[in-house]
């Protein structure tokens, strides 16, 4: 089960993707058992009768609802286990609301969990023994979670695991490990060809984190004429232009990419990737042209409330990205999520305002910011987001995206549909009094 908070179902929905973790653990399961998948932020139903054992997969904004709904199966006698992102940093938390818990990668545990679920032996926390070989991954059960036809129709696909950086702010290496691991590009090619989707999203953390795995991947993949997007690290990218032109043969059509700031002193207080190759912003626009020049969108992901950031990076941040024409871009809110470590930096200097979970995920703003106040950071993050997507702006960027036109501006308008509603003006007015009462609480906290 994928919980979702009421707050959230809108918002989730407007992503279109189905939680992955769920069809790859379906696959861990033993075909003796009858698998249900339900995702709540699609408004699908979560709550069954007679289930004998309820899988939770959850990040962080997930939590609150997890635990709801782990109470609500208990109840039912039900045995409850829970794994993901939040449970793996929090174990002993989850532990509480749930019968077991799994920490990191679950493609080992799951079997193991079902026996001992089966035999009655089920223990509180489980972890793995070490990484798991990712030559072992099965494909994903894509006859699970069909949905009717959504704005996004991509087949998931995950190549890679790990991240050799280690990002203040980001928890995924400590947990799937530094080493980058590659699964066998004959087997990626296999699950492609057999996923039946001509569209495919990489879930890799850095799809680009090895050029000798990206030519024989992206070599193999311009048979099968698909087109894809994933994500990696601008300096990844750009290192090799002849990977670049392979990649868009291969059919890539976008790459999302953490630019993080354009704001030299939050930068270096940020993270370790970003200081690789992205020291001047000069070389990071030339990075962005490199790209768009070969025929591939850059969506960019900007991280807004780093200790450098006062008032004016908003404005200087739109103007940025507009003026080196980047196709899309993400606006998150520093979110010291729990396990990192500028989660431990918050908590020591006292600048959390409040834990409760169902707001951390990267749209309020849940800590002191170091050189505005709660509300400035809200309503400037906003603003870049409704300001970026304005229609005038759009057609100006469309002279260096004109290669991808309908994709273009087709996501162009998907999102600033998403945003209007999500963040546009009177977006906090728009939402249940509850809500609204909390978030101006957090704000002035
Ligand atoms: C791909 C991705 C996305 C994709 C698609 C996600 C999807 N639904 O499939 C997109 C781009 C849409 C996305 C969006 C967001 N994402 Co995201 N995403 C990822 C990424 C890179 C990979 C996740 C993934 O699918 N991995 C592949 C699957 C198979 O592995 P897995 O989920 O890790 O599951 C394994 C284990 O965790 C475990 N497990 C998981 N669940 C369970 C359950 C049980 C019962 C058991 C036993 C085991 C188990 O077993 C699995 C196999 O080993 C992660 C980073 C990372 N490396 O984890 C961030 C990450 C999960 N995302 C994150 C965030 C914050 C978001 C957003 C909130 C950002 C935003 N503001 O827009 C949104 C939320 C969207 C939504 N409504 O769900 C954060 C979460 C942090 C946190 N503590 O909550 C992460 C960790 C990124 C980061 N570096 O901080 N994301
Ligand atoms: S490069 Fe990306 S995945 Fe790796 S540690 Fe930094 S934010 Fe996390």
């Known amino acids: 089960m994928s919980p979702c908070e009421p707050k959230y179902v809108n918002y989730s929905k407007s992503k279109r993707v189905v939680c992955s973790a769920l069809r790859l653990l379906a696959a861990y399961t033993p075909r003796e058992h009858q698998v249900i998948l339900a995702d709540q932020g699609y408004g699908e139903e979560v709550h069954h009768d007679h289930i004998d054992v309820v899988g939770i997969s959850a990040m962080t904004s997930q939590a609150n609802a997890?635990?709801?709904?782990?109470?609500?199966?208990?109840?039912?006698?039900?045995?409850?286990v829970m794994g993901g992102i939040h449970a793996s940093v929090l174990p002993d938390e989850a532990a509480r609301h749930v019968d077991a818990v799994c920490v990191g990668e679950g493609d080992a545990l799951w079997p193991k969990i079902l026996e001992d679920a089966a035999a009655g032996r089920l223990r509180s926390i489980y972890r793995p023994s070490g990484l798991f070989p990712v030559e072992a991954i099965p494909p994903f059960r894509r006859?699970?979670?069909v949905r009717r036809k959504t704005t996004f129709n991509h087949a998931m696909i995950q190549a890679t695991r790990g991240c050799p950086y280690s990002c203040e702010f980001c928890i995924t290496s400590a947990l799937f490990g530094k080493k980058y691991r590659c699964r066998p590009v004959e087997q990626v090619v296999e699950e492609i060809k057999a996923c039946g989707s001509k569209s495919i999203f990489f879930l890799d953390d850095n799809i680009?984190?090895?050029?000798?795995?990206?030519?024989e991947l992206f070599a193999k993949l311009v048979p099968l004429k698909i087109h894809w997007v994933g994500q990696a690290s601008l300096?990844?990218?750009?290192?090799?232009?002849?990977?670049?032109?392979?990649?868009?043969?291969?059919?890539?059509?976008g790459?999302?990419?953490?630019?993080?700031?354009v704001n030299q002193a939050s930068k270096q207080a940020s993270s370790a990737a970003s200081k690789l190759g992205t020291s001047e912003l000069v070389e990071v626009g030339k990075k962005i042209r490199l790209i768009l020049d070969h025929g591939l969108l850059v969506q960019s992901s900007m991280i807004f409330g780093l200790d450098g950031d006062d008032t004016t990076v908003f404005e200087r941040t739109v103007d940025f990205l507009n003026a080196n024409h980047v196709s899309l871009s993400s606006f998150c809110i520093l979110t010291p999520y729990p396990g990192t470590r500028i989660y431990d930096r918050f908590k020591t200097e006292g600048r959390l305002l409040h834990e409760d979970w169902s707001y951390y995920s990267n749209e309020n703003v849940v800590m002191r910011p170091a050189q505005m106040s709660p509300e400035q950071l809200k309503n400037g993050s906003d603003w870049a987001g409704t300001t970026f997507y304005r229609r005038?702006?759009?057609?100006?960027?469309?002279?260096?995206?004109?290669?991808?036109?309908?994709?273009?501006?087709g996501m162009s308008m998907f999102t600033r549909q998403a945003n209007y509603t999500n963040h546009g003006p009177g977006a906090i007015e728009r939402m249940p009094r509850p809500e609204r009462a909390m978030w101006r609480k957090a704000c002035v906290a």
């Open 235 to 253: 300096s990844s990218v750009t290192k090799n232009a002849a990977l670049l032109k392979l990649a868009k043969r291969s059919g890539a059509m």
């Open 66 to 80: 997890a635990y709801a709904l782990a109470a609500w199966y208990k109840e039912r006698g039900a045995k409850v």
């Open 392 to 409: 005038r702006s759009i057609l100006n960027r469309f002279r260096s995206n004109w290669r991808r036109p309908l994709f273009y501006l």
């Open 255 to 261: 790459l999302f990419i953490g630019l993080e700031s």
């Open 208 to 215: 680009f984190c090895s050029p000798a795995y990206c030519e």
């Open 143 to 145: 006859d699970l979670g």
